[in-house]
């Protein structure tokens, strides 16, 4: 599967961005999908998840609140909403899909995009 992440960009501190994710694979429906994000000089770390029906959506605890993720199975696609940007949310951010069709969280995550670079000014 290939993975296109697109939105990123600098925006000011309380901002917010949308990013999207679209997946080459004609079961993208059938596939948990997430979002990570990786510093500099940080290790790559985990953002937000939904499942493969869009039901169940799961959050790390720095973006709960502030950053929302939702998926058209119609279009392929895995957005990110995130508003209340603070600096430290700047990184590379990067989609991600499960490794195993419709499975339940915790999800494996196995394929990954290019990633899109989010600056957030202070």
């Known amino acids: 599967v290939q993975l296109q992440a697109s939105g990123g960009g600098l925006v000011q501190a309380g901002g917010s961005l949308r990013l999207s994710c679209t997946a080459s694979?004609?079961?993208?429906?059938?596939?948990?999908m997430g979002w990570f994000r990786q510093a500099p000089g940080k290790e790559r770390e985990f953002v937000a998840a939904?499942?493969?029906?869009?039901?169940?959506?799961y959050y790390a605890v720095p973006v709960k609140g502030r950053f929302t993720i939702s998926r058209d199975n119609a279009k392929n696609t895995v957005y990110l909403q995130m508003n209340s940007l603070k600096p430290e949310d700047t990184a590379v951010y990067y989609c991600?899909?499960?490794?195993?069709?419709?499975?339940?969280?915790?999800?494996?995550?196995?394929?990954w995009g290019q990633g899109t670079l989010v600056t957030v000014s202070s």
């Open positions: 939904i499942s493969w029906s869009g039901g169940s959506t």
């Open positions: 991600a899909r499960d490794r195993v069709f419709g499975s339940s969280w915790p999800f494996d995550f196995g394929s």
């Open positions: 694979n004609r079961f993208f429906a059938s596939y948990a």
